[in-house]
């Protein structure tokens, strides 16, 4: 068994959509190759960040990313694999990109409560004011606005049996 610590950059850019690790940006890889019967086990975990827009808000966001990882490389044989063991080396780049790829989220956030834009204006909301929003009145419906119960207690009432 052996354990290596690897800086290295993304080759490329990894991820499509709202987010996505840039190229050249550092990842860190903390990686245990272990001899098997069948080839290399390689266990670790991968390190980074992404960057993107709030799917909410538009903002700019970025922010780490910690990912696990576990591949078998097999040394060659008859039987066909995903990956194999060449020349007694093993290439993390395909685990490692899948892993940290589909470890993006899909629809992200710059804070979990982030209100988002306002569908009138396009403008960022800001936190809760602590009032509800007053939504448009329909015109067809705009005297009975003024309608209130206070009205009601001033007006005469009929007396029962009368």
Request: glycine share 8%; with cysteine; aromatic share 6%.
């Amino acid at each position: 068994m052996r354990e290596h610590t690897l800086d290295v950059v993304a080759p490329a850019k990894w991820g499509e959509g709202l987010v996505s690790v840039a190229e050249g940006e550092p990842i860190v890889v903390d990686v245990r190759l272990e001899s098997v019967h069948e080839g290399i086990l390689a266990t670790g975990e991968a390190e980074t960040e992404y960057t993107g827009v709030c799917g909410r808000c538009l903002r700019d966001i970025a922010e780490t990313l910690k990912v696990e990882f576990q591949e078998l490389f097999a040394y060659p044989g008859e039987e066909a694999t995903d990956f194999e063991v060449q020349d007694d080396h093993v290439d993390l780049e395909t685990p490692v990109r899948d892993a940290i790829v589909l470890s993006l989220p899909f629809q992200p956030v710059c804070e979990p409560d982030c209100p988002g834009l306002d569908p009138v204006t396009g403008e960022r909301l800001t936190g809760s004011t602590g009032s509800e929003p007053v939504a448009p009145i329909d015109p067809r419906w705009a005297a009975l606005q003024d309608y209130t119960q206070d009205h009601d207690d001033d007006a005469p009432r009929p007396v029962p049996g009368s």
